[in-house]
């Protein structure tokens, strides 16, 4: 006799499904709304939390609809519960390798192979940690990383930014609209961000380096309160007092799956037209895992519907 949840994977398994999502975050949960809206039959695949990064922010200010903000979590649960009550299947597993094909791609995952007339990648990224601890237990409490999403938190605050690329210049040079002080750790002591930028840093009074030092450790009590710094040359260690800390040392995106089948940009992240599509006719990918994405849930969740909008008129040929 066979369980509920092996007969529910034997009839999926010999479904063909017009559309495939990989990934349920913004992107991938709203692109599975716009396709079972226009009664496309869709299967999301996710192999983590439904609702993708964004369930771990603890708010979000910025997400349109909701003026008094809304937790990451309960966000996801929305737009999950919008999207299955409209038709949308959902299989917890790990998409592990595909197989395009003309009409006829073919998605394996942890759970068994899946067939599709189309696949709206929508897989996300990671940003990268600094693997200190303090990082984990103060998310949402002082540690963040992204500035647009909680800059405006720390009106008058003392905040430091860790990296030293264009991204960190870029995060120091926003959140010097709101803080009073922005220190840009970095563990050397030439940054690699463009000139451009270093220029910009360099002019505003309220950014200062910290060259040469790595954080040790995160500190606090419920929410930061200082950071351990480092010296990389001399081993010193020195105290940070401050009410935030923005980690900015890149992001990984989960590509892996699509290495030598899609075209890549030099970071990982997938290349798409302007209307979501892949160079591969009915491969599509949507939210942070594309090339130049904004990395915010509502431009992900904005390609999400893009995408499926695209799929349904490939699909309609
Ligand atoms: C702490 C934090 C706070 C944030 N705060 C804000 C904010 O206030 N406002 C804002 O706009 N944005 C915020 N963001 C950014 C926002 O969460 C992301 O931009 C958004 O979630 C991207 O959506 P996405 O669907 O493209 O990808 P993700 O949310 O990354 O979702 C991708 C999903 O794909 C799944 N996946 C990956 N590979 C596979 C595979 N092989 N098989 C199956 N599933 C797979 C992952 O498990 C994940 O659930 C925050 C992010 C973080 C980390």
């Given at each position: 006799?066979?369980?509920?949840?092996?007969?529910?994977?034997?009839?999926?398994?010999s479904k063909n499904y017009q559309v495939v999502i990989i990934g349920g975050g913004p992107a991938g949960l709203t692109a599975g709304l716009y396709c079972t809206r226009s009664r496309l039959t869709t299967l999301?695949?996710?192999?983590?939390?439904?609702?993708?990064q964004i369930a771990n922010a603890e708010r979000v200010?910025?997400?349109?609809?909701?003026?008094?903000?809304?937790?990451?979590?309960e966000?996801?649960?929305?737009?999950?519960?919008?999207?299955?009550k409209n038709g949308l299947e959902i299989l917890l597993a790990e998409a592990i390798k595909s197989v395009p094909g003309q009409r006829h791609n073919l998605v394996s995952t942890s759970e068994g192979d899946f067939t599709a007339d189309s696949i709206i990648i929508a897989s996300g990224s990671q940003f990268r940690?600094?693997?200190?601890?303090?990082?984990?237990?103060?998310?949402?409490?002082?540690v963040s990383y992204c500035a647009i999403c909680d800059g405006p938190l720390f009106k008058g605050k003392t905040l430091a930014v860790v990296g030293g690329g264009d991204a960190a210049i870029t995060e120091a040079l926003y959140l010097s609209r709101f803080a009073s002080s922005v220190k840009v750790i970095h563990r050397r002591s030439l940054l690699r961000a463009s000139k451009i930028f270093q220029e910009k840093a360099a002019a505003e009074p309220r950014i200062e380096f910290i060259w040469d030092s790595v954080v040790t450790q995160i500190e606090g009590d419920g929410v930061v309160k200082q950071l351990r710094l480092k010296n990389t040359r001399n081993a010193k260690i020195s105290?940070?007092?401050?009410?935030?800390?923005?980690?900015?040392?890149?992001?990984?995106?989960?590509?892996?799956?699509?290495?030598g089948l899609l075209p890549l940009d030099e970071g990982g992240y997938i290349n798409t037209d302007e209307v979501m599509e892949t160079q591969v006719p009915g491969i599509f990918a949507a939210g942070d895992i594309r090339h130049n994405?904004?990395?915010?849930?509502?431009t992900a969740?904005?390609?999400?519907?893009?995408?499926a909008i695209s799929a349904e008129r490939f699909l309609s040929f």
């Open positions: 006799m066979t369980s509920g949840r092996a007969q529910l994977l034997i009839e999926i398994m999301l695949i996710e192999k983590g939390i439904i609702g993708g200010e910025n997400y349109p609809g909701f003026p008094q903000g809304i937790s990451g979590i966000l996801g649960r929305l737009i999950y519960e919008q999207a299955v940690k600094l693997g200190v601890p303090g990082e984990d237990e103060f998310v949402g409490k002082g105290v940070l007092e401050l009410a935030g800390v923005f980690v900015a040392i890149g992001a990984e995106p989960s590509s892996a799956l699509w290495q994405s904004a990395r915010q849930a509502i969740a904005g390609d999400g519907a893009t995408a």
